[in-house]
C-alpha cells in the first residue's frame, strides 16, 4: 500500500506564495503519472497540474505561468510551486499518484487565499 501525505497548506494573501509537498511512501523513480488536483467548496475535483513520464507538464488553463510541479527522486517528493496566489485557489489540494495500475491518493491540504 502506497501512502501520500500532503503538506505546506496554509491560509497566504493574495499575490503571495506557498509551496505544496507530497511525500510518497514507496520509490517514485519509476512513477511516471503524478498530479495534483483540487476541489473547492460544493465544486468537483479538478486537475491542477500533472508530470508525466520523463518530465513532461500540463496545468490547467487557470494556473498557468503561476503553478509549477516538480519531482524530487532522491526524496520520493513532488512538490507544487504556487505563486501570485488567486481568491479563486482557494480549495483542498490533493495529490495523486497512479503506479502499477493504481491510483493512489493523499489526505489533502487545505489552501486559503484571503486577505
Known amino acids: 500500500q502506497v501512502q501520500l501525505v500532503e503538506s505546506g497548506g496554509g491560509l497566504v494573501q493574495p499575490g503571495g506564495s506557498l509551496r505544496l509537498s507530497c511525500a510518497v511512501s514507496?520509490?517514485?523513480?519509476?512513477?511516471?503519472?503524478m498530479r495534483w488536483y483540487r476541489q473547492a467548496p460544493q465544486n468537483e475535483r479538478e486537475l491542477v497540474a500533472a508530470?508525466?513520464?520523463?518530465?513532461?507538464?500540463n496545468y490547467a488553463d487557470s494556473v498557468k505561468g503561476r503553478f509549477t510541479i516538480s519531482r524530487d527522486n532522491a526524496k520520493n517528493t513532488v512538490y507544487l510551486q504556487m505563486n501570485s496566489l488567486k481568491p479563486e485557489d482557494t480549495a483542498v489540494y490533493y495529490c495523486?499518484?497512479?503506479?502499477?495500475?493504481?491510483?493512489?491518493w493523499g489526505q489533502g491540504t487545505q489552501v486559503t487565499v484571503s486577505s
Open positions: 514507496a520509490s517514485i523513480f519509476s512513477i511516471n503519472d
Open positions: 495523486y499518484v497512479r503506479l502499477l495500475r493504481n491510483d493512489y
Open positions: 508530470i508525466i513520464g520523463g518530465g513532461f507538464t
